[in-house]
């Protein structure tokens, strides 16, 4: 495949990505979908990047468009049969349906990696675009459990929320992948079978 003409590839994350990646982990955006939404310090991320680089069950892969780093995916468990995974754009002029690709990726890299038979992702009942992304790729909502109250970023309001869990078996994701692929825009389904994930060596 000629490297020139594809739009869409994940990396490895490397140090030469760490500012790029704290300020999308600080931006309001990304914050107020995630776990943990309190601001990031340096210090705390560095520590968190180091501790990335000697964990065997975490990987976080830089989601790139035309070699232009634009947001994140991240896999832990990676030793176990079943993977957590999760993802954010960290741009805002992103492809059109980038989130599409996100969702995509994840399971078909869960597909090929050694050992996976389910993936497992969890979401927070306000973040209604991943709900509809999983909703569109047929996960299997297992569980929801209270997820406690939640500030808006910009303070002015309380909210409380659930995390939703889902749940997708490598071989649904085997026998469905056509069909869903199939309900995609044509442009996203040029990216989806575009995407390629490169290991440090060929980066």
Avoid at 107 to 117: D, I, K, P
Avoid at 177 to 188: F, G, M, N, Q
Wanted: glycine content about 4%.
């Amino acid at each position: 495949m000629n490297r020139a003409a594809v739009e869409h590839d994940f990396i490895p994350i490397d140090a030469s990505h760490l500012l790029t990646v704290w300020q999308w982990r600080n931006s309001d955006r990304v914050r107020e979908n995630m776990h943990y939404d309190k601001l990031i310090t340096w210090d705390e991320h560095e520590h968190w990047f180091e501790a990335l680089l000697q964990d065997v069950n975490r990987e976080c892969w830089i989601y790139r468009q035309h070699l232009r780093p634009v947001g994140v995916l991240n896999f832990s468990d990676t030793q176990q049969a079943t993977m957590q995974w999760g993802c954010y754009l960290g741009e805002v002029n992103c492809a059109p349906g980038s989130g599409l690709i996100l969702e995509w990726a994840a399971l078909e890299y869960a597909l090929q990696h050694v050992g996976c038979e389910a993936l497992e992702a969890q979401v927070l009942s306000f973040n209604t675009s991943a709900l509809k992304l999983h909703k569109l790729f047929d996960y299997e909502r297992i569980k929801i459990e209270a997820g406690g109250l939640r500030h808006r970023t910009d303070q002015t309001a309380v909210s409380e929320y659930k995390i939703h869990f889902f749940y997708y078996a490598m071989r649904k994701w085997q026998a469905h992948r056509e069909k869903v692929l199939a309900k995609l825009p044509k442009p996203i389904q040029r990216g989806c079978q575009q995407v390629t994930f490169l290991s440090k060596e060929t980066v």
